[in-house]
């Protein structure tokens, strides 16, 4: 059974910070890409940053220059710095990780997991 549990979400008023994280946790053989994702009301889901296992981050226009993605692969954590946060940042923000497991005969497969969402709220 994997998880990915995020911590960081709140109310933060515009030009703030906030700090995400997100651990994975479970029967885990390796991680590759793990990234983070938003949704705002009435909108879909959009990738915000990606990294992947080698450290290799990509951005959303919209983020490039504001948010930094991290990862400790001993930890099997990634994080989301935020800076300059304006009032469109507010969403829920996902954790999302490719994890690969193994299970009896060495039997592996790769699928994609997701957090149960954190609240990030940009206003005055």
């Known amino acids: 059974q994997v998880q990915l549990v995020e911590s960081g979400g709140g109310l933060v008023q515009p030009g703030g910070s906030l700090r995400l994280s997100c651990t994975a946790s479970?029967?885990?053989?390796?991680?590759?890409?793990m990234g983070w994702y938003r949704q705002a009301p009435g909108n879909q889901r959009e990738l915000v940053a990606g990294?992947?296992?080698?450290?290799?981050?990509t951005y959303a226009d919209s983020v490039r220059g504001r948010f930094t993605i991290s990862r400790d692969n001993a930890k099997k954590t990634v994080n989301l710095q935020m800076n300059t946060l304006k009032p469109e940042d507010t969403a829920v923000f996902y954790c999302?990780?490719?994890?690969?497991?193994?299970?009896?005969?060495?039997?592996?497969?790769?699928?994609?997991?997701w957090g149960q969402g954190t609240q990030v709220t940009v206003s005055s």
């Open positions: 990294i992947s296992s080698t450290n290799t981050a």
């Open positions: 999302n990780a490719r994890i690969q497991t193994c299970g009896p005969s060495n039997l592996c497969k790769m699928s994609t997991y």
């Open positions: 479970g029967s885990i053989f390796s991680i590759d890409v």
